[in-house]
T-cell receptor, first 110, second 113 residues
Framework: EDQVTQSPEALRLQEGESSSLNCSYTVSGLRGLFWYRQDPGKGPEFLFTLYSAGEEKEKERLKATLTKKESFLHITAPKPEDSATYLCAPLYNQGGKLIFGQGTELSVKP | DTEVTQTPKHLVMGMTNKKSLKCEQHMGHRAMYWYKQKAKKPPELMFVYSYEKLSINESVPSRFSPECPNSSLLNLHLHALQPEDSALYLC????????????FGNGTRLTVT
């Protein structure tokens, strides 16, 4: 059975304290992975697509990396505005069906 | 601002009411989606339309009825809902290819009384 697990469930950081979020998965026919950010009461906002193991993408303080079995979202020197829930979703041969992990709720305090 | 527009933003309805949620996108996307999201949970897929045809129905109860009048519009008709159907309903669109990301609207917050 295809599974997606994100850890930790919640993460509290002080402003400037770097850390990483993890997304691990067991899916057949993995073809890549999406990362999204979701603010309370809003829809998910697309951040990155990673297509192959070893690929890295960066956007401001965020850097996403991909291996065959997991992906990391590294947050460098976070700011309070980075507080949100971060969701990952593996891309595989599912005919348009996108399944999200449970998410990591990030809180950055000033 | 999101390029996927959902109306209304909030909806309160009784269990005997009939209402509709609307979604519109003008990005030329060929696939449109309905997701349901409960508090502290990830979005769960309900329906997928590809080229205006229903391609995926995730065993959703018949009290939810999707409609795709054209490639830019997606509706979700609601009838005889239960209080447990209260949730954030999200619409999304994509180019329809397996590698294309979904672009989400900000949802309709539905409360069933």
């Amino acid at each position: 059975e295809d599974q997606v697990t994100q850890s930790p469930e919640a993460l509290r950081l002080q402003e400037g304290e770097s850390s990483s979020l993890n997304c691990s998965y067991t899916v057949s026919g993995l073809r890549g992975l999406f990362w999204y950010r979701q603010d309370p009461g809003k829809g998910p906002e697309f951040l990155f697509t990673l297509y192959s193991a070893g690929e890295e993408k960066e956007k401001e303080r965020l850097k996403a990396t991909l291996t065959k079995k997991e992906s990391f979202l590294h947050i460098t020197a976070p700011k309070p505005e980075d507080s949100a829930t971060y969701l990952c979703a593996p891309l595989y041969n599912q005919g348009g069906k996108l399944i999200f992990g449970q998410g990591t709720e990030l809180s950055v305090k000033p | 601002d999101t390029e996927v527009t959902q109306t209304p933003k909030h909806l309160v309805m009784g269990m005997t009411n009939k209402k509709s949620l609307k979604c519109e996108q003008h990005m030329g996307h060929r696939a449109m989606y309905w997701y349901k999201q409960k508090a502290k949970k990830p979005p769960e897929l309900m329906f997928v339309y590809s080229y205006e045809k229903l391609s995926i129905n995730e065993s959703v109860p018949s009290r939810f009825s999707p409609e795709c009048p054209n490639s830019s519009l997606l509706n979700l008709h609601l009838h005889a809902l239960q209080p447990e159907d209260s949730a954030l309903y999200l619409c999304a669109s994509s180019q329809g290819d397996w590698y294309s990301p979904l672009h989400f609207g900000n949802g309709t917050r539905l409360t069933v009384t």
